[in-house]
């Protein structure tokens, strides 16, 4: 109880001088062509923000970007020389006490860490904050921004207290006090960016706050992959992941095999195996508005079929990313025992995770949308990269996916199962849906990031 007591009043000490410390660097002026940017999450999967930060250097702007570095940002993020990457440290919950208080110590905690961390910071004409996470951010940005004169830029991606919903309830407590905080404070910014326009709309009527849609668009590194980067991918990712690998070594020492691709060593030709497994990928962060049985179900009854004889390939179902259920979904993965699929869970370096969306036949999403109000980045990336999508339903996924045009949509694991028959029935068959719809987003006149963002967002952090 003593040390406790002393390490409160160090801290009382102690913010009063870096207060006065960082109001000194303030009264020094700011430089007009610097910005902050604020993820209170792991930086390496939060690819808008990188994108937002990238975008601001490229036309002029230095930058400094606050987050958690607990994986790797893009090389083009590291290289930068007008961007400086501040890694703040992650406060894990506390082992003992009701939730509330552990929860609550958290909280006090970051808001303290953080206003430490942006007060020893050059100040920026706008402070760009992601929400969510937005619990303590936006208020901590705020205040910062009052003292410094810094415009708060709060870009909503969905709202906090809706994902917090999903563990707790909409009527718990924790919930309702987020959604008031977030409702409270988002109103104090001084400029809002949003995913779609149904989230645009929402903020106006629920909350009186006026936001820009900016919707996401794939980065120039979302592409498709040549077939000899194909090959290099899969013999690299083969040296991990066994559905990579072969299933028998060639009979010329100089041909280079993987489960997809062959190389010749003297033409330096590489070809498609006959008789390939077709690739399926799935990306996810494992939190709860994805529901993954939905997959698992939908790849059993695809087993059923290969195994009743419809001309069906092998499948090697690819599902990237971190997050809280992963070992969950592991787990039950493990426990199927299927004969013509593959299943891999890899986490995979930033560099390598386009190229294998690029390598890919077909892209399934399970991102459902805790508010139903935000798209699913993992989609507009595979757009990107020309890959069809086959997607659940939710409330706004028409502004993205469009059905029989780009890809498909679906409501459940009988109809996603039928879609996979459909796609995959004669592959690889060039006259198939499956292809046409590859065409179809080839032909496509696409924006990409840098370009929609010139057009919706530098006109607003211009107008200093």
């Not at 002029?60 to 993020?77: M, W």
């Not at 030709?269 to 390939?276: A, D, N, S, Y």
């Not at 719809?437 to 924006?447: A, C, D, G, P, T």
Request: aromatic residues 10%.
């Amino acid at each position: 109880m003593a040390a406790s007591c002393f390490v409160l009043l160090a801290l009382c000490l102690l913010l009063p001088l870096l207060l006065l410390g960082g109001w000194k660097r303030w009264r020094r002026g700011r430089a007009a062509q610097h910005v902050v940017a604020v993820v209170l999450g792991d930086v390496g999967r939060s690819p808008r923000m990188q994108y937002h930060v990238l975008s601001l250097a490229k036309h002029g702007f230095s930058v400094t970007l606050l987050g958690f570095c607990n994986s790797k940002p893009h090389d083009e993020l590291l290289q930068n020389n007008r961007i400086q990457i501040v890694e703040l440290t992650e406060l894990q919950c506390l082992a003992v006490g009701p939730r509330v208080l552990q929860y609550g110590v958290k909280v006090v905690f970051q808001a303290v860490y953080l206003l430490w961390k942006l007060m020893w910071r050059e100040p920026g004409t706008y402070i760009f904050l992601q929400n969510p996470p937005g619990l303590p951010g936006i208020a901590v940005c705020w205040f910062v921004g009052c003292l410094c004169g810094s415009k708060l830029v709060i870009d909503w991606h969905n709202y906090g207290y809706s994902i917090m919903g999903l563990v707790h309830g909409p009527n718990h407590p924790l919930v309702l006090l987020a959604k008031w905080y977030e409702r409270f404070f988002g109103r104090l910014s001084h400029l809002n960016l949003c995913v779609t326009n149904a989230m645009r709309e929402d903020l106006a009527e629920n909350w009186h706050i006026r936001a820009v849609t900016v919707y996401d668009k794939p980065a120039s590194f979302f592409k498709e992959t040549p077939l000899d980067v194909q090959h290099r991918l899969f013999m690299k990712l083969g040296g991990s992941y066994s559905p990579f690998r072969a299933r028998s070594e060639p009979e010329d020492p100089a041909m280079e095999r993987s489960a997809f691709t062959e190389w010749d060593a003297g033409s330096g030709l590489v070809t498609r195996l006959r008789g390939r497994p077709a690739l399926l990928v799935s990306s996810t962060s494992w939190t709860e508005d994805e529901d993954f049985s939905i997959l698992l179900a939908a790849l059993e009854k695809f087993e059923q079929l290969t195994l009743d004889g419809h001309n069906l390939p092998s499948l090697v179902c690819v599902i990237t990313g971190k997050g809280p259920l992963r070992e969950y979904y592991s787990c039950l993965i493990r426990q199927k025992h299927f004969q013509n699929i593959q299943v891999c869970t890899p986490w995979l370096e930033a560099e390598d995770y386009p190229l294998l969306l690029g390598s890919a036949d077909l892209g399934v999403c399970l991102h459902t949308s805790s508010s139903g109000l935000d798209l699913p980045m993992k989609v507009v990336d595979m757009f990107g990269c020309c890959l069809p999508v086959c997607a659940v339903n939710f409330k706004c996924l028409h502004e993205l996916v469009k059905h029989d045009e780009n890809g498909l949509i679906f409501e459940n694991s009988e109809e996603l199962a039928a879609q996979l028959q459909m796609l995959f029935s004669n592959f690889p068959d060039p006259a198939g849906k499956l292809n046409q719809f590859r065409k179809n987003l080839q032909e496509s006149e696409q924006l990409r990031w840098d370009e929609s963002w010139v057009q919706t967002v530098l006109p607003l952090v211009t107008d200093i």
